[in-house]
Nanobody
């Protein structure tokens, strides 16, 4: 069983930064890719970023490339999403997720991930 707990969300002004954390617990966690999705009311969950089990491979949605950075600390079983130059359109509930394989999928789809956290709200507003 895997348990994912997000933290670090909040209210930030446009242009500001936030760092989301996801503490993951479970057996052989370092073998699995971890990712972040986000969702706004009335829309489908959108894939934001993914990092492979080893941490050597990452991918990002076009909308966040150059602004967001994902990294993981397997010793602490934690994955982070550093979000810089935040925009109002980044406002969403952000979910941490675990994939049942070590590699990230070429397309970020919910069905490709096996476990989810409860989500943390990020609001970008002046």
């Amino acid at each position: 069983q895997y348990n994912l707990v997000e933290s670090g969300g909040g209210l930030v002004q446009p242009g500001g930064s936030l760092r989301l954390s996801c503490e993951a617990s479970g057996y052989h966690l370092a073998y699995y890719a971890l990712g972040w999705f986000r969702q706004v009311p009335g829309k489908e969950r959108e894939g934001v970023s993914c990092i492979s089990g080893s941490g050597s491979s990452t991918n990002y949605a076009d909308s966040v490339k150059g602004r967001f950075t994902i990294h993981r600390d397997n010793a602490k079983t934690t994955v982070y999403l550093q979000m810089n130059s935040l925009k109002p359109e980044d406002t969403a509930v952000y979910y941490c997720t675990l994939r049942g394989f070590a590699d990230c999928p070429s397309t970020m789809r919910e069905a490709y991930f096996a476990a989810w956290g409860q989500g943390t709200q990020v609001t970008v507003s002046s």
